[in-house]
């Protein structure tokens, strides 16, 4: 075999090999809908929650078993497609330790009974973090602009205390999940 | 030159396992167009000389096989890319 043919292969090997992005697309859809469900709901009937354990249990159980949904969606994913590129083996490890600052977050807010609007901050401001990273690390845009107005909807309402907390948590998951998580799922390249 | 990787399935696998992180045997079979015999021959021997790493496990009660590239196998696809470069040009 000539070396020009050896390289050739090589090249068509490694373009065998594409990223895989519609789960986490459906990943960013999955959770942007949840909490933006769950927001209105808790912001709602506020008269439902009647002690600090109430809204704790509410703001983990949930998401906890969204992220036994979601867990299982990506493993069974990943068997489907029969292969985990550097790529979103890097992903994933972001989003495990974001998870693990979630819960992290929740137990010190149990321990010392912080309140909601702090909690909301810590976790929005971890999530547009890992967001922003994500969205550069797999080079598109609106993902990284999620994170981004994730960022600046914290900093718009540390600025105007007045803003709600329904509508912060409905804007910024929006534009941070929803419609980039969207945008992924129809983007020409997961085709 | 290494002549372990003038073997075209052996080329195949080391630059598919290159790219990816890990991946398993029916995608192996899928993109290397071989057969299973002559992959597993040829999975065999990368694995006995140290260039991947096979991992088995089941799942849903079936077993399956998942294939790393080790240092020394990324070493070696290195030096094999720089050799055959060098007589390109």
Redesign the interface.
């Known amino acids: 075999m000539e070396s020009k043919e050896q390289i050739k292969i090589i090249n068509q090997m490694i373009n065998k090999t594409k990223e895989q992005l519609r789960p986490f697309s459906l990943n960013l859809i999955f959770w942007g809908a949840l909490t933006s469900i769950m927001s209105i709901i808790y912001f709602n009937m506020m008269h439902l929650f009647q002690t600090d354990m109430h809204h704790i249990l509410f703001w983990s159980v949930i998401p906890f078993i969204g992220m036994v949904i979601m867990t299982r969606y990506n493993i069974k994913a990943g068997r489907k497609i029969g292969y985990e590129t550097h790529l979103s083996r890097t992903i994933k490890i972001i989003w495990i330790s974001f998870g693990i600052a979630w819960a992290f977050i929740i137990l010190l807010s149990a321990l010392h009974g912080f309140s909601g609007g702090i909690i909301q901050f810590l976790i929005l401001f971890t999530c547009a973090t890992c967001l922003l990273i994500s969205g550069i690390l797999i080079k598109y845009l609106p993902v990284t602009l999620g994170g981004c107005s994730i960022l600046i909807i914290l900093f718009l309402s540390a600025l105007f205390p007045e803003i709600s907390y329904t509508s912060i948590n409905l804007i910024s998951l929006t534009l941070g999940f929803t419609v980039p998580g969207l945008f992924l799922y129809f983007h020409k390249s997961n085709d | 030159m290494e002549k372990l ?2 073997n ?1 399935i052996r ?2 696998i080391m ?2 396992l ?7 045997f ?2 192996l079979l ?2 290397t167009d071989s057969t299973k015999g002559n992959l597993s021959i040829q999975l065999k021997k990368l694995a006995e000389t140290k260039h991947i790493n096979v991992k088995k496990c089941f ?1 849903n009660n079936y077993p ?1 096989t998942r294939y790393k590239i080790t240092s020394k196998g990324v070493k070696l696809f290195e030096q094999f ?1 720089k050799d ?2 060098k ?2 040009h």
């Open positions: 990787l003038f075209i080329l195949k630059s598919t290159i790219s990816v992180e890990t991946c398993d029916n995608y899928k993109v799942e399956k890319f055959i470069q007589l390109n």
